[in-house]
């Protein structure tokens, strides 16, 4: 058997990292601002890896949207030990339906048993991406996926859903966005970096992504207002419940 | 024609809760746009029974689509019923709850037609006679208000945010053709596998008690399992990534950055620190209690309320004096 992956990834401010809103209001100020891959892109990248290993053929192919910045995300990706990558390049950030449209686009022509992304980017937190692009090709797909199987045409997927979880069977092609769970992120060893190097990362410019909606306008959230050390130790609650009731009035 | 369509989510027959925000929430809209909430209920036969309560939500008429096709929810099947209807009724806005099988379908739907879609939004608004939506990004360090460039509008609805509020409408149901055939759909849900105990989800719980590497060892969350059951069946318990890392907790418990983003009535944080990625997923809670012996924790920084001291002898206070309030 062989498992081929496709793997959306994107390049995404740190979680750690102080987001200002730019001189426009729509779009935030870069500079200085230390940029990752996007977490839950690690674990669809794990999954990828994985699942070519299990299967003992196949290859891993990461493909990014973006500036040209985003050649350092792809080499992550290659580091860990995907094959080859692909860089769309944009001239501005797209919003998901864009995004989706230019991916659609690239991958139409491809061959492949998996289109893999995260559950969400942590930058637009939109969890679009991936479902978005299934419509566009027209194959099925599993969103907030934990873990799947691959195995006789079909991959084996199990989603969390409120209160449990949904194990849902998809013929391949298919699409599939990881959250948390079976896939921790392998590091990218020296040799891996070393070999991330000289695998090949082709660029070509971002076709045909028209947007569907339009930034009109960034702010911050209200602060929250300062709040209260109502008092210490288990003698304080009472005090707690009163304020929770007569002040908050939730209970 | 126009309209705005309101997705009512259910499952085992019966209409949820976050059902009763979204209609809501789309009947504040149709009032501002001068137009009428269609709500949709699908799902298999005998769907239609719990279809009739949203009329007590805003709903003008309540169209269904009963199939065998809808054992289970179909992404694939759901997103071909959903965008003939808005096709059909030229609606000017989708609504969908942020759940798990919202924000599945939402985005399926608005790529079918080719239209923008907006997530986990905790306002809408009518400027210019366009619905703009207000939503979350960079885990709630940011607002975006964002337009659409075509109709309908796609949005999904973060829970808890749009609180139901009664209002006799109609709510007139319809019959809903359906005619997609389960054969056709790439995929299929084979089995739903509920939590040991059937419980309320942190996402969608008006009230959240989370607990952090604090608490010491798994056993000792049943300190927390108590507040929640003193707060009679409304209350979720939820953990930080430090507890379900370590195996003390599912993953679809816990809150921040990688887990699930809930936005509760009210938030306590039990032997949480406050890290800048579980404040990802609680900020936007309406009110927030932190438990803390650290007097400098940050969680305190976004507190509304906090007590300083040993959760050991805090919690069982804590759940008394709550048993006794409500009682
Ligand atoms: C990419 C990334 C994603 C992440 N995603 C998430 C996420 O989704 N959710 C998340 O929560 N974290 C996430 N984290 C981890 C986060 O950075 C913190 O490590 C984590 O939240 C810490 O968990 P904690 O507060 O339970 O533990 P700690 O930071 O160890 O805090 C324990 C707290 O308990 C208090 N305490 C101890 N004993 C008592 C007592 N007897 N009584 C009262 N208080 C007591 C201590 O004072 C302390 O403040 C992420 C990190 C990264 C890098
Ligand atoms: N610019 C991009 N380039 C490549 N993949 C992307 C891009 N934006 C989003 N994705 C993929 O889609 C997923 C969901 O993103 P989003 O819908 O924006 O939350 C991400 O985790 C990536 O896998």
């Given at each position: 058997m062989r498992v081929k992956s496709i793997v959306c990834v994107k390049r995404v401010p740190d979680t750690e990292a102080r987001v200002r809103i730019a001189a426009d209001g729509q779009s935030i100020e870069t500079a200085g601002v230390k940029f990752v891959l996007n977490p839950y892109d690690e674990f669809a990248v794990e999954a990828a890896l994985?699942?070519?290993?299990?299967?003992?053929?196949?290859?891993?192919?990461?493909?990014?949207?973006?500036?040209?910045?985003?050649?350092?995300?792809?080499?992550?990706?290659?580091?860990?030990?995907?094959?080859?990558?692909?860089?769309?390049?944009?001239?501005?950030?797209?919003?998901?339906?864009?995004?989706?449209?230019?991916?659609?686009?690239?991958?139409?022509?491809?061959?492949?048993?998996?289109?893999?992304?995260?559950m969400k980017a942590i930058d637009d937190d939109l969890q679009a991406v991936g479902p978005m692009v299934a419509e566009l090709l027209g194959i099925p797909?599993?969103?907030?996926?934990?873990?799947?199987?691959?195995e006789g045409g079909k991959a084996t997927a199990t989603r969390e859903i409120e209160g449990g979880s949904e194990v849902v069977e998809l013929k391949l092609p298919c699409a599939i966005t990881l959250t948390k769970g079976a896939y921790e992120p392998r590091y990218a060893s020296l040799k891996g970096i070393m070999a991330a190097k000289k695998k090949p990362l082709e660029e070509k410019p971002a076709a045909g992504g028209e947007s569907g909606v339009k930034v009109e306008k960034l702010s911050y959230p209200a602060e929250r207002s300062a709040g209260r050390i109502v008092g210490e130790g288990p003698d304080a609650v009472p005090e707690l419940l009163r304020l929770l009731r007569n002040e908050a009035k939730v209970l | 024609m126009a309209g705005i369509m309101a997705f009512a989510e259910s499952r085992d027959g019966e209409v949820r809760k976050v059902a009763h925000e979204v209609v809501t929430a789309a009947r504040k809209l149709a009032d501002a746009l001068g137009t009428e909430v269609h709500a949709v209920v699908l799902g298999p036969a005998g769907s239609a029974a719990a279809a009739g309560e949203l009329g007590g939500f805003g709903a003008d008429k309540v169209f269904v689509g009963e199939s065998d096709a809808f054992a289970h929810y179909s992404a694939e099947g759901f997103t071909t019923v959903l965008a003939a209807f808005l096709k059909e009724h030229g609606c000017d806005a989708a609504l969908f709850p942020a759940s798990a099988q919202g924000k599945d379908l939402a985005p399926r739907v608005a790529a079918r037609l080719g239209v923008g879609y907006a997530s986990e939004a905790t306002a809408l608004d009518?400027?210019?006679?366009?619905?703009?939506?207000?939503?979350?990004?960079?885990?709630?360090?940011?607002?975006?208000?964002?337009?659409?460039?075509?109709?309908?509008?796609?949005?999904?609805?973060?829970?808890?945010?749009?609180?139901p509020v009664e209002s006799a409408k109609a709510g007139e149901v319809q019959k809903l053709d359906v005619s997609v055939n389960a054969a056709d759909f790439g995929a299929v849900v084979r089995e739903i596998r509920a939590a040991a105990e059937a419980k309320l989800d942190v996402g969608e719980a008006p009230i959240v008690i989370s607990g952090g590497r604090g608490l010491q060892n798994p056993d000792n969350f049943k300190l927390l399992e108590e507040l929640a059951a003193a707060f009679g069946g409304r209350a979720a318990v939820g953990a930080s990534r430090a507890v379900v890392d370590a195996g003390w907790r599912p993953h679809g418990d816990q809150v921040g950055q990688t887990g699930k983003t809930v936005a509760p009535t009210l938030y306590f944080a039990v032997g949480i620190s406050g890290a800048?990625?579980?404040?990802?997923?609680?900020?936007?809670?309406?009110?927030?209690?932190?438990?803390?012996?650290?007097?400098?924790?940050?969680?305190?920084?976004?507190?509304?309320?906090?007590?300083?001291g040993d959760l050991f002898q805090i919690l069982p206070r804590l759940t008394e004096e709550v048993r006794k309030m409500l009682a």
């Open positions: 994985k699942h070519k290993e299990a299967a003992g053929a196949g290859d891993v192919t990461v493909l990014s949207v973006g500036g040209g910045e985003s050649a350092e995300t792809l080499r992550t990706a290659l580091a860990m030990g995907a094959d080859a990558a692909v860089l769309l390049k944009s001239a501005g950030p797209l919003e998901g339906l864009a995004v989706a449209r230019v991916i659609a686009e690239e991958v139409k022509g491809r061959e492949y048993d998996l289109l893999l992304f995260g797909a599993a969103t907030a996926v934990t873990e799947f199987s691959v | 009518v400027g210019g006679g366009q619905v703009v939506a207000t939503r979350p990004e960079y885990a709630g360090k940011l607002f975006a208000k964002v337009s659409f460039a075509g109709k309908p509008a796609v949005v999904s609805l973060r829970p808890n945010v749009f609180t800048i990625q579980h404040l990802a997923g609680m900020r936007t809670s309406r009110f927030i209690v932190a438990i803390n012996k650290d007097p400098e924790a940050p969680i305190f920084k976004v507190a509304d309320y906090g007590i300083v």
